[in-house]
């Protein structure tokens, strides 16, 4: 099977929305490393549009790339991804996630923080609590923030290489029923009866942390979609189901979505909802969830986009963009705020600013040979205007 560049686009498109998603973070009333003075809960239904299935999303594409380039490099696939993929998490929890937990103690202990960045960062490396500004809502270090997603997709990689010690023949008949219920409808769905059963029943009692070790929920979820786009890459017939149905699963999406919220609006206090109509909120997040994935891949499967220097170039500028993107947001909102700007203009400005900074921050590291491994780049001596772009990330 050829290279899917319609998933590429989507791998491309769904990082890029993590930047308005973050800088949405600033505005809403949702905790957040620092918070905008002038709050914009109207904003809080866009931010629900892409909530439940962006993350879900990039976990199936990154199944995907996982299981092209395990074909490539049989040999070296686990080395090659730890590589790629824990050295720059390191790096980045060390060197470029810790300004987000310095402004976050500025702006969150009452009276200030004054210890400094270099007082801060003593106490960051040290590990453990840094300071608790209630029981349970605690700066420590060292954190991943948002590169969580990079820790996790190390893991269920590492989680796929294990499976090898299973009997093949246990390996073939799950490889075999996977597909062979995902070749028909059944693919539209199985995989939404998992994730509104996760949700409905799981959620309430293990709500997200991206603590990796202590976040079921989550695990039910991102871990089925990195299987699914796993097992699923290099079969032609579930992609065709998925562009066949595109429009009536959009349809679904949004039809959830719409439901949603307006069972939402029911609700002035949204921490206290009845248990019955949360189990039918949770059941709406999960349909929306997967028939939006289904709908996205569907149109990209139609799209069928063709390569392109600029997609080369965006495919490996992406990670490093990743990387770098909310430490990008959280120094200019904090440095914006006493400028009083209007959130009408100063969350447009933010947007653009942040993929300016992130595409010159790219442009300087694929410059630099040592910081190339850093932010899950190759080595590369005189990297060329159009670099080679692998989904190094997923």
């Not at 109207?42 to 199936?60: D, K, N, T, V």
């Not at 006493?338 to 600013?353: D, F, K, Y």
Request: glycine residues 6%.
């Amino acid at each position: 099977m050829h290279r899917r560049h319609d998933l590429d686009w989507v791998r491309i498109l769904a990082f890029a929305l993590l930047v308005p998603y973050h800088v949405g973070m600033y505005y809403v009333s949702w905790d957040w490393h620092v918070k905008s003075p002038q709050l914009v809960p109207a904003l809080e239904p866009l931010m629900i549009l892409s909530a439940p299935w962006r993350l879900s999303l990039l976990f199936l594409v990154s199944g995907v790339a996982t299981a092209f380039l395990k074909a490539k490099l049989p040999a070296g696939f686990l080395r090659q991804r730890s590589w790629r993929l824990l050295l720059p998490l390191l790096f980045g929890m060390y060197v470029v996630v810790p300004p987000q937990a310095y402004l976050e103690l500025i702006e969150k202990v009452p009276g200030g923080y004054h210890a400094g960045y270099l007082g801060f960062m003593g106490q960051y490396l040290q590990g453990g609590d840094i300071h608790c500004m209630a029981p349970h809502d605690c700066v420590d270090g060292p954190t991943w923030n948002h590169l969580w997603f990079v820790a996790y997709l190390w893991v269920y990689t590492l989680a796929l290489c294990g499976c090898r010690l299973l009997p093949q023949s246990w390996r073939d008949k799950t490889a075999r029923l996977v597909r062979l219920s995902s070749s028909g409808p059944g693919l539209l769905w199985w995989p939404m009866l998992w994730l509104i059963a996760a949700r409905v029943l799981v959620y309430p009692h293990f709500p997200s942390t991206h603590d990796l070790t202590d976040d079921a929920y989550n695990h039910l979820q991102y871990g089925l979609m990195f299987a699914l786009g796993y097992l699923l890459a290099k079969v032609e017939a579930p992609w065709e189901q998925l562009r066949h149905h595109r429009h009536w699963m959009l349809g679904i999406a949004l039809a959830s979505y719409v439901a949603m919220i307006a069972g939402y609006l029911q609700f002035d206090d949204l921490d206290h909802i009845p248990a019955g109509p949360l189990a039918v909120l949770h059941a709406l997040w999960g349909a929306m969830e997967w028939s939006a994935i289904a709908a996205i891949l569907g149109y990209a499967r139609a799209w069928n986009p063709k390569d392109s220097p600029l997609l080369r170039y965006l495919t490996a500028a992406i990670f490093p963009f990743y990387i770098l993107h909310q430490t990008v947001i959280v120094v200019l909102a904090h440095n914006l705020k006493p400028l009083r700007i209007v959130p009408a203009i100063e969350g447009p400005l933010l947007i653009v600013a942040t993929f300016a900074l992130c595409l010159l921050g790219y442009e300087v590291i694929r410059r630099i040979g040592w910081l190339r491994p850093l932010f899950g780049l190759k080595r590369a001596s005189n990297p060329s205007p159009l670099p080679d772009a692998r989904p190094l990330a997923g």
